[in-house]
Nanobody
Framework: VQLQASGGGLVQAGGSLRLSCTASGSIGRINDMGWYRQAPGKRRELVATLDFDSGSTNYADSVKARFTMSEDNNKNTAYLQMTSLEPEDTAVYYC???????????????WGQGTLVTVSS
């Protein structure tokens, strides 16, 4: 199973970006996906999570009302729409998935490689 994160880039403060995370390979059933970020010199922190069954989302306080997480279950893809970006949002953004492997009922955590978001002031 591979998770491919994309959509990062350089944007000015106040701008927007949309990140995508697609699961491929022997992915079975996705229970939930999440976005995390790690700024230079800081610990990795949770940004948002989405439950694929209920559609419920959870956001870090720092991004509420600015970021929106959504999914396309048919494409095994989650999105993170980021608006009103601030320099403090600069980080490598990682996605993860809590899912099964095809023909295996056990659940595993998978991580993508990260995509860099840089917000200039």
């Amino acid at each position: 199973v591979q998770l491919q994160a994309s959509g990062g880039g350089l944007v000015q403060a106040g701008g927007s970006l949309r990140l995508s995370c697609t699961a491929s390979g022997s992915i079975g059933r996705i229970n939930d996906m999440g976005w995390y970020r790690q700024a230079p010199g800081k610990r990795r922190e949770l940004v948002a999570t989405l439950d694929f069954d209920s559609g419920s989302t959870n956001y870090a306080d720092s991004v509420k009302a600015r970021f929106t997480m959504s999914e396309d279950n048919n494409k095994n893809t989650a999105y993170l729409q980021m608006t009103s970006l601030e320099p403090e949002d600069t980080a490598v953004y990682y996605c993860n998935a809590h899912a099964t492997i095809r023909d295996d009922p056990h659940e595993f955590w998978f991580w993508g490689q990260g995509t860099l978001v840089t917000v200039s002031s």
